[in-house]
């Protein structure tokens, strides 16, 4: 193969003019980062340095080139600007979710604290009612931040009791504002008890309903079975689903699969911590 043969076609421009450039004297070195072929058909990103040789006498002999494969580099490189990017994205996105329900909580409060009087009882305890669950929303996105945090400095623990999964699931149901468009939630199965942290199966449990109720078709069923060595929590719905594509990036941290503001699981955290709490209790 020639030097044409194996250079990416955009590159090659560049690459035959700083040959020439070589050659010709005109440089007496050159340095350039280009993109070779692979044999694999995968694109090799390599830094090439070139020389000409002379003699005693100074007329050209032959050229040198010096062909460093850089690619896992370059793709670090790459990694890390995404990772950057996701992380600037997340920040703005957190500054968000949490404006949102803070706004609620102190504009209710500040009604009640300056217009008590003004307002019916039937009113006042409508304002409490939103003030409690946009504060239920503030601790479950705080809840989901420590956790993220805690997993990548590698703090984070578990604690492993008996849990009656059936019992933690009701109770997160209980707790989770099922808003108007669900029309049915269905939970079956007999009680299943695994070993298991409370607060994080509940956390996992919250995570994975809340992405039904705001994601999902208006049907969600909550299946438990077990069998001798592992418990099960199936919940599914019969919305349109994550296109088949994203089903292993939805479990990276600050990935997304759908792209709605004021929701809390567009921090792109509730599958991540979710795995990783599974994880960590086995």
């Excluded at 560049?14 to 280009?34: K, M, N």
């Excluded at 690619?71 to 920040?91: C, G, N, Y």
């Excluded at 703005?92 to 008590?116: K, Y």
Aim: overall charge negative.
């Amino acid at each position: 193969l020639t030097i044409q043969d194996i250079t990416d076609p955009e590159d090659w421009e560049e690459s035959s003019d700083r040959f020439r450039r070589v050659i010709t004297g005109e440089v007496p070195s050159s340095r350039a980062q280009l993109r070779y072929l692979h044999r694999n058909g995968s694109k090799a990103h390599v830094v090439v340095s070139t020389a000409l040789v002379r003699d005693s006498n100074g007329r050209p002999l032959h050229l040198v080139a010096n062909v460093v494969d850089i690619t896992e580099q370059v793709e670090a490189e790459q990694r890390l600007i995404d990772l950057l990017a996701s992380k600037d994205e997340f920040v703005a996105s957190v500054s968000h979710e949490l404006r949102t329900p803070i706004s609620a909580v102190l504009g209710f409060s500040q009604l009640l604290h300056d217009e008590m009087t003004s307002f019916s009882s039937t009113e006042r305890m409508e304002m409490i009612q939103r003030i409690a669950e946009q504060s239920v929303d503030l601790a479950n996105i705080i809840e989901d931040l420590l956790v993220a945090a805690r997993a990548d400095i590698d703090t984070l623990t578990v604690v492993q009791v008996p849990v009656d999964l059936r019992a933690q699931t009701a109770q997160v149901l209980e707790a989770l504002d099922f808003g108007t468009e669900v029309a049915h939630i269905e939970l079956t199965g007999r009680t299943v008890r695994a070993l298991g942290d409370p607060a994080r199966v509940r956390q996992i449990l919250r995570n994975l309903i809340s992405n039904a109720l705001k994601y999902g078709g208006d049907t969600i069923q909550i299946k438990l079975n077990s069998d001798d060595t592992t418990a099960r929590v199936q919940v599914s719905d019969n919305g349109s689903g994550i296109p088949e594509d994203e089903w292993q990036s939805v479990f990276e941290l600050y990935q997304r699969a759908h792209d709605e503001p004021g929701l809390t699981a567009s921090l792109g955290l509730g599958l991540t911590i979710s795995r990783q709490l599974a994880w960590l209790m086995d």
